[in-house]
Nanobody, 124 residues
Framework: QLQASGGGLVQAGGSLRLSCAASGRTFRDYVMTWFRQTPGKEREFVAA????????FYADSAKGRFTISRDNAKSTMYLQMNSLKPEDTAVYYC???????????????????WGQGTLVTVSS
C-alpha cells in the first residue's frame, strides 16, 4: 500500500526526489514519514507530514536541505533532497500511521504501514 521510489546514485552536493505512492485505503488522518537506515545502524527519522495538513517535522540532519511534501490528488508523498552528503547514504523507507501526536512521530515503532525502501547512495 506504500510504494517508495526515486533512489539512486548521486554525487555529493547533488539532489534526488523520493516518492511514496499510497494506495488501497485513505490516509487522510495519517502521518506520512520518511525514515532511513544503513547497515549496522538504527533506523533514523528523517521527515514527516500530516496528510490532512497541520504539521511538518524534520530531523536536525534534514533541516535546510530536505523538503517533504504531498500531493493529495496523486496520493503521493515526496522528499526533495538537496545538498546531499555521503552520510545521507541509506535505504529510505516511507511509513504511515494514524493520528500520531507530535511526541511519537519520530519513533518507527508507532507505524503500521511501510513501503519497501529505496536505496540512496551519495558518492564523495
Amino acid at each position: 500500500q506504500l510504494q517508495a521510489s526515486g533512489g539512486g546514485l548521486v554525487q555529493a552536493g547533488g539532489s534526488l526526489r523520493l516518492s511514496c505512492a499510497a494506495s488501497g485505503r485513505t490516509f487522510r488522518d495519517y502521518v506520512m514519514t520518511w525514515f532511513r537506515q544503513t547497515p549496522g545502524k538504527e533506523r533514523e527519522f528523517v521527515a514527516a507530514i500530516r496528510w490532512s495538513g497541520g504539521g511538518i517535522f524534520y530531523a536536525d540532519s534534514a533541516k535546510g536541505r530536505f523538503t517533504i511534501s504531498r500531493d493529495n490528488a496523486k496520493s503521493t508523498m515526496y522528499l526533495q533532497m538537496n545538498s546531499l552528503k555521503p552520510e545521507d547514504t541509506a535505504v529510505y523507507y516511507c511509513a504511515a500511521a494514524p493520528r500520531l501526536i507530535a511526541s511519537t512521530i519520530r519513533d518507527g515503532e508507532n507505524y503500521n504501514y511501510w513501503g519497501q525502501g529505496t536505496l540512496v547512495t551519495v558518492s564523495s
